[in-house]
T-cell receptor
């Protein structure tokens, strides 16, 4: 069964600093997804990583995927307060001819002014 | 602006009562997911449908939960009877393959 773990679970950082959120998964997942959730709100899709070595960037966020290490990272550059949210990664696992989409534990990011 | 619509937004009910949550997926999306979010368990996949047919409901307690798609514009998640441990936020998501767009969720409190 696919298990997806993120670390850290909580992250408090100063504006202007860089940091990386890690997403490890237990078995093969051919794709990796990142989502953002603001407090009390819904989830918003950020990135879809389709293959080994894939890198996607949007603003101050950059996501990458290493399928051999079963690791995806979400790198934050020069953080700003608006990036405060919970970030989830999700993998997918083929099971009985259908895919199951499994979410990680989430990383709650707080950017301090 | 296309969105996934969930109703109700909030529901407080007494233990033992039936609860029905509804979801209208984005027009044209043929895959619909139900997730439950709690502090302790995070986001759990309960069930999902493609072209209205259930593909996976292994995450759902079958004795009290049921999920259906009576038509392409409506998905329902029913709990009967409800229990306090069902208190959570229930999200519906739709997409062409993956959970791409999420609804605002139904916050369920069972007292």
């Amino acid at each position: 069964e696919l298990k997806v773990e993120q670390n850290p679970l909580f992250l408090s950082m100063q504006e202007g600093k860089n940091y990386t959120i890690y997403c490890n998964y237990s078995t093969t997942s051919d794709r990796l997804y990142w989502y953002r959730q603001d407090p009390g709100k819904s989830l918003e899709s950020l990135f879809v990583l389709l293959s080994n070595g894939a890198v996607k960037q949007e603003g101050r966020l950059m996501a990458s995927l290493d399928t051999k290490a079963r690791l995806s990272t979400l790198h934050i550059t020069a953080a700003v307060h608006d990036l405060s949210a919970t970030y989830f990664c999700a993998g997918r696992k083929l099971r009985r001819a259908t895919y199951k989409y499994i979410f990680g534990t989430g990383t709650r990011l707080k950017v301090l002014a | 602006d296309a969105r996934v619509t969930q109703t109700p937004r909030h529901k407080v009910t007494e233990m033992g009562q039936e609860v029905t949550m509804r979801c209208q997926p984005i027009l044209g999306h043929n895959t619909v997911f139900w997730y439950r979010q709690t502090m302790m368990q995070g986001l759990e996949l309960l069930a999902y449908f493609r072209n209205r047919a259930p593909l996976d409901d292994s995450g759902m307690p079958k004795d009290r939960f049921s999920a259906e798609m009576p038509d392409a514009t409506l998905a329902t998640l029913k709990i009967q009877p409800s229990e306090p441990r069902d208190s959570a936020v229930y999200f519906c998501a739709s997409g062409l393959v993956r959970p791409e767009y999420f609804g605002s969720g139904t916050r369920l409190t069972v007292v």
